[in-house]
T-cell receptor, first 113, second 113 residues
Framework: NAGVMQNPRHLVRRRGQEARLRCSPM?????VYWYRQLPEEGLKFMVY????????ESGMPKERFSAEFPKEGPSILRIQQVVRGDSAAYFC???????????FGPGTRLLVL | GQQVMQIPQYQHVQEGEDFTTYCNSS?????IQWYKQRPGGHPVFLIQ?????EVKKQKRLTFQFGEAKKNSSLHITATQTTDVGTYFC?????????????FGKGTKLTVNP
């Protein structure tokens, strides 16, 4: 029973490039959440999605960031024109409708040079 | 907005000593969750507390939920090196019809063998 999967685990980008982070939720889970974590910091909520719907994107910067969870395939967090301040660990979590607990993936560590 | 605060931010103990981290919310919570993140790892769900005054135990870990459901604590008895990591509390925030988890900044525990 595979858990939440994220890829890539590590991603290096130069300023101005695009970063695409993928998340496959746990089997049977239809709710996906993205969090950002800076070193020595807590988890900051970014966006909450269900299949083909963005439910809450209040934590996501208005510019350069977008997220989707298509009917088929993984959820994607996309960061355009990355800047050094985007360097962080990005965690995806999933949950089932019935349970409030979050199952986290291993994260993608993004480094912007 | 709703805030979840944790203290202390860092705690260093000798192996065998006890450890406690405290979590306070600015609003009453319907439940509180605790997560552990090992160094370089991802958050892992530990427990959820729902009832006022609830106390739950997991081996050497004791979790409490305050009577007013605005604070919680995690106590580890006789720490071991395997307890090293950052412990986060998280409370649900319902906003605009969707629920998201608000995480505290965590307490980073280091254990000296």
């Amino acid at each position: 029973n595979a858990g939440v999967m994220q890829n890539p685990r590590h991603l290096v980008r130069r300023r101005g490039q695009e970063a695409r982070l993928r998340c496959s939720p746990m089997k049977g889970h239809s709710h996906v959440y993205w969090y950002r974590q800076l070193p020595e910091e807590g988890l900051k909520f970014m966006v909450y999605l269900q299949k083909e719907n963005i439910i809450d994107e209040s934590g996501m910067p208005k510019e350069r960031f977008s997220a989707e969870f298509p009917k088929e395939g993984p959820s994607i967090l996309r960061i355009q024109q990355v800047v050094r301040g985007d360097s962080a660990a990005y965690f995806c979590a999933s949950s089932s409708r019935a349970s409030p607990m979050r199952y986290f993936g291993p994260g993608t560590r993004l480094l912007v040079l | 907005g709703q805030q979840v605060m944790q203290i202390p931010q860092y705690q260093h103990v000798q192996e065998g000593e006890d450890f406690t981290t405290y979590c306070n919310s600015s609003t009453t919570l319907s439940n509180i969750q605790w997560y552990k993140q090992r160094p370089g790892g991802h958050p892992v769900f530990l427990i959820q507390l729902v009832k006022s005054g609830e106390v739950k135990k997991q081996k050497r870990l004791t979790f409490q939920f305050g009577e007013a459901k605005k604070n919680s604590s995690l106590h580890i008895t006789a720490t071991q090196t395997t307890d090293v990591g950052t412990y986060f509390c998280a409370g649900p925030l319902t906003q605009g019809g969707s629920e998201k988890l608000v995480f505290g900044k965590g307490t980073k525990l280091t254990v000296n063998p």
